[in-house]
C-alpha cells in the first residue's frame, strides 16, 4: 500500500503563485511514477503533470508547460507542484496520484493506483 496526503492548496489572485506538496509513505519501492491530476466543478479529472519516481524523466499537460514544475525530494518522500503566473481556469481541486508500474500513458487516470484525498486551488480574477 501507498499512502498520499496533499498539501498547499489555497485562494490567489491571477499572476501569483502556489506550491502543492504531496506526501509519500508506505511501500513507495513499487512506485514508478507519481503525477498530478485536476479536477473543476462540471468537468473530467484531467491530467496536469507527472515525475518519474527516479526524477530523471517529466512531464505536463500543453496548458501549464512553461508555467508549472514538478519534482521530487527523494529525502523527505514528497512530490511538488510548483504553480506560478496561475490563470482563473487553473481553479479545480488537485490530487497527487501514483502508479506502480511503466507505460507511456502516464496521462491516463485510470493507469494510477493511489491518490490523495485532494487539496483545492481557487484562481480569482
Known amino acids: 500500500q501507498v499512502q498520499l496526503v496533499e498539501s498547499g492548496g489555497g485562494l490567489v489572485q491571477a499572476g501569483g503563485s502556489l506550491r502543492l506538496s504531496c506526501g509519500v509513505s508506505?511501500?513507495?519501492?513499487?512506485?514508478?511514477?507519481m503525477g498530478w491530476f485536476r479536477q473543476a466543478p462540471g468537468k473530467e479529472r484531467e491530467f496536469v503533470a507527472a515525475?518519474?519516481?527516479?526524477?530523471?524523466?517529466?512531464f505536463y499537460t500543453d496548458s501549464v508547460k512553461g508555467r508549472f514544475t514538478v519534482s521530487r525530494d527523494n529525502a523527505k518522500n514528497t512530490v511538488y507542484l510548483q504553480m506560478n503566473s496561475l490563470k482563473p481556469e487553473d481553479t479545480a481541486v488537485y490530487y497527487c496520484?501514483?502508479?506502480?508500474?511503466?507505460?507511456?500513458?502516464?496521462?491516463?487516470?485510470?493507469?494510477?493506483?493511489?491518490w490523495g484525498q485532494g487539496t483545492q486551488v481557487t484562481v480569482s480574477s
Open positions: 496520484a501514483a502508479r506502480t508500474y511503466y507505460s507511456t500513458q502516464y496521462y491516463l487516470s485510470g493507469q494510477y493506483n493511489y
Open positions: 515525475v518519474s519516481w527516479t526524477a530523471i524523466s517529466t
Open positions: 508506505g511501500r513507495t519501492f513499487t512506485i514508478d511514477t
